[in-house]
């Protein structure tokens, strides 16, 4: 895989740079090999150091250590989604199973920063499903029925209402709940990297070229050397498919967000000084907004089909150029040239929105594909795989496996395709919310 670094996210330009990053350069053995450290292969690594104190543990990556999708993501550690794939949750026991899987995950991003104590700007503020038309109120009284059923803490809310909270005229109704918290995703995978205990290696800037079982040794060429390793894990999520993990049943779409510059206090006080909060859309292709406890604002509203590994300047400006339109429909006395950068990532999808943490092999595990759920389930499914693959199991094991299995898919064109289309359709009926 030709990954680039290219240094445009805001999230990790707000981390000091790291120095002493190792690249693999020659032939090596171990018991174990966690290929990808975003949450999922860290959290993998920091697993296993704790079980194997005496054993040899590798971590690849073919970029700089978190700073893939776990960095460029928005933020959000979600305990509910509303759109969270391509099929709505039609069943409520299937739609619980989900949200038991987002509270463990919860749960195990709060073990971390208690144990290491950790500053991720974390705040339980909860979150906002927002629409600007009206006419989304019965999508959201019907996923207030759910919420209901289930336990969740959550209120409707109108224009009026959602002004004073947000600072925009923008939104006339939204579904709020509780239980979501808004954190810095650089800062808390920093922490990770951090804190990898010292039997774990990590090797970045290390494309994985090819990789073959040969009796019960797992074989992978990299471009200037090669690891023998008796257990491997893929952590690699938007990249899985391109490994040839459960590549029918996952595939990537490239998401590209902007962040501007903090607000002066003058432009802060025009917005009625809100506290910081999240919005995530009613319709799939509709833009994810937050403010930032430091007054910056991002914006994620386009999701396509794309090369996943590099993305020109030139393209992502034209991304960009919506994210300023965005921002300005909401927010119009704010000026033209507020946005400080823009950048692109990876997520990973699966058919039915389910995850993938199977074991493929005796000795090859795979975990990955959130559909946008990353930062906790990531952190949950990375520790769990890594107990699974150490032949002991756990409650949280049982829970995650209880979920609906992913759904196979057609092969390419068909697939490409067909999400081709679907985003068409999604982004002509969110047109008015981005």
Known sequence: MDVVNDNSCSWVKDLNPRTNIKILSNDINCEWLVVGAGYTGLSVARKLGQLHPNQKILLVDAQLAGEGASSRNSGYLVDTTLNDGFTSNKGLENYKKKADIYKLGIEAVKKFIKEHQVDCDWNECGKYFASSKQEDKKILENFSDTLSKLGFEHNLLSNKELKKRLGTNFYNIALYTKGGILLHPGKLVRAMIDTLPENVNLYENSSLLDWNKKNDVVICNFKNGSIKTKKIIFATNGFLKSLGIKSNYN????????????????????????????????????????????????IRNTAEVYNPYKM????????????????????????????????????????????????????????GCYNGSGIGVGTLFGEQIAIKASNENTNEIETIEARNKPTWLPPDPILSLGVRTRLIYERFRAKSEI
Not at 263 to 279: I, N, T
Not at 347 to 367: L, P
């Open 312 to 367: 020109t300047k030139s393209e992502l400006n034209k991304r960009s150029l919506k994210h300023k339109i965005g921002i300005k429909k909401r927010f119009p006395q704010l000026p033209d040239d507020i946005v400080q950068s823009s950048w692109s990532g990876i997520v990973s999808r699966t058919r039915n929105s389910s995850q993938i943490f199977e074991k493929i092999d005796e000795n090859i595990f795979a975990a």
């Open 251 to 298: 595939f990537p779409i490239t998401l590209t967000a902007s962040m501007t510059r903090p607000l002066s206090d003058e432009e802060f006080k025009s917005l009625g000084e809100p506290k910081e909060w999240g919005v995530l859309p009613v319709r799939p292709m509709g833009a994810t907004i937050r403010m930032t406890n430091d007054k910056r604002f991002l």
